[in-house]
């Protein structure tokens, strides 16, 4: 056998092995389970609770559909508490969560405001591709970009789909890893609700 044809044989077998790593990433990585568990504190524990027992949001700058720059500061400025979900359009996980995301947004935007963070790297996620996954999917929801990374940085993203949730103050008050469904982000409307 030639060098040559060694060669060939080896790339063909490395093309096999990604293609595989590739099928298993896609079939499990779509075998999410939506049942995701969080605590949601007692309100008054939170309000009653010092500055240094609560943590405060850290602010940060991104931008909204139309490229003007936001800072968290002034959404949770208008009184409501936020969702604040990072996720990316190549992620899919966080394509599972996104038509509950807009349907509980359809039904509590009023209550709650819900950012959506497209985590934006510049190579697998970019504005564009972001924009077209919304639009493709015909989606209402707020979507804001992290151009720069800064909000990935200040909250130590490291797995996407990511969600934490923001009193009236800008102080957390739970935290999600992994894809949300209606059932949870209903009850966090109502944890606002009821114990308001």
Not at 58 to 80: C, H, Q, Y
Not at 184 to 190: D, F, G, P, Q
């Amino acid at each position: 056998m030639t060098q040559r044809s060694k060669l060939y044989i080896g790339l063909a077998g490395l093309a096999v092995l990604i293609a595989l790593a590739i099928f298993s990433y896609n079939t499990l990585s779509g075998r999410v389970n939506p049942e995701v568990s969080i605590e949601l504190p007692n309100k008054n524990d939170l309000m009653t609770g010092s500055a240094a027992e609560r943590q405060k949001a850290p602010n940060f700058t991104m931008l909204d559909w139309e490229g003007n720059s936001v800072m968290l500061s002034d959404i949770v400025a208008r009184g409501k508490p936020v969702i604040l979900n990072f996720w990316a359009s190549w992620c899919p996980p966080c394509k599972f969560e996104m038509p509950d995301f807009n349907t509980v947004h359809q039904e509590f935007g009023d209550e709650i405001s819900f950012v959506m963070l497209s985590v934006v790297d510049g190579m697998r996620e970019t504005v564009a591709t972001a924009k077209k996954y919304i639009d493709d999917e015909g989606l209402s929801l707020p979507v804001y970009f992290d151009t720069k990374q800064e909000a990935a940085i200040a909250y130590g993203i490291r797995f996407i789909p990511s969600t934490f949730v923001v009193d009236t103050d800008g102080y957390f008050v739970t935290y999600v890893q992994g894809a949300v469904d209606k059932t949870t982000l209903r009850m966090i409307v109502e944890f606002f609700r009821t114990e308001s």
